[in-house]
């Protein structure tokens, strides 16, 4: 297209997002739906973050073959993997649905990652000292109960004048 050529252009939520001139060549806007911005931040956030907690919580158990502490430790860092991915999307449909700039992303998300990412290193290592385990060797082991204390003495001796007997 040249410029003072006559166009048609696509109206989508208020913004031009395409023009076609006469001949039918279409050419998009930068306002133009596809490719925005945001949709690649955010999905570049909710991709990273699921797919690097999966990459080690699925290679950590491989280098720590038998020990299930490991285990535990690697299945928490996927579990916080795919919280940190479902923020990420919903920042992002948050961050579409009210028109917001696109650094209200990182600044919503942001905060959210930091204390998702503190409570998978806490639980990571409460899992490696064994704080997680369900084994009965970790269980505080309870004293049996002491017997019901008997009436009358202190030795437990009844005598007959107790008991109305001479």
Known sequence: MEPDDKVVGLIWHG????VRDADGQR???SSGPVGWPEDRLGGALACISFG?????GGLWPLFAPGKRRHATAATVVRWHGVVMGGAAILTLWAQA?????????PAIWGPF???VLASMVAFAIAALRGDLDDDASSVLQVPAPLPP???G?????????EHGHS
């Open 149 to 151: 204390p008997s009436m």
């Open 97 to 105: 649905a009210n028109d917001w700039p696109i650094w209200a992303i």
């Open 153 to 161: 003495r202190p030795g437990g001796a009844a005598t007959g004048s």
């Open 27 to 29: 050419q998009q806007t």
């Open 15 to 18: 913004q031009v997002v395409e």
């Open 113 to 115: 990652a930091l204390l």
């Open 52 to 56: 690097l907690s999966a990459l080690v």
